[in-house]
């Protein structure tokens, strides 16, 4: 028999404006002490607080907090690593934001295609020229 709780299918999230810390704790399987830490790790995750200081995640918070739940404990990043990949996230084309497959050639040497090779080779001639300053 295959635990639920191991099983890589997306998590199916209640339609809900918002969630209290239980709940979330409940539906990523980590402890409430875990999310408050990861709020202060991760810029994007900000709850909002009730009058009485009760934490409401938002259905995108729930997203994000099982999105670094995967990274971490799926992938193996660190709490930086993690951080860095999401803040890099944000900046692709959002045609390719959500494809890992294009993520992963945008990582491994689209850097050095036509046209960034152009880019490259300005700022080579800058560097060039600074070099050149400072002698």
Do not use: C
């Amino acid at each position: 028999m295959v635990d639920p709780a191991t099983e890589s299918d997306p998590l199916e999230i209640p339609d809900k404006l918002y969630f209290r810390i239980g709940e979330v704790s409940r539906l990523a399987g980590i402890k409430p002490y875990v999310l408050r830490y990861w709020e202060t790790e991760f810029p994007g995750l900000g709850p909002k607080k009730s009058g009485t200081g009760q934490r409401l995640f938002r259905r995108k918070d729930v997203e994000l907090v099982l999105e670094i739940k995967r990274l971490l404990y799926e992938k193996r990043f660190t709490i930086e690593g993690a951080r860095k990949y999401l803040e890099n996230r944000g900046k692709l084309d959002p045609a390719t934001a959500h494809d890992p497959a294009r993520q992963s050639k945008l990582q491994q040497g689209e850097l050095f295609t036509p046209p960034l090779l152009e880019k490259w080779d300005e700022i080579r001639k800058e560097l060039r020229a600074i070099l050149n300053i400072v002698r």
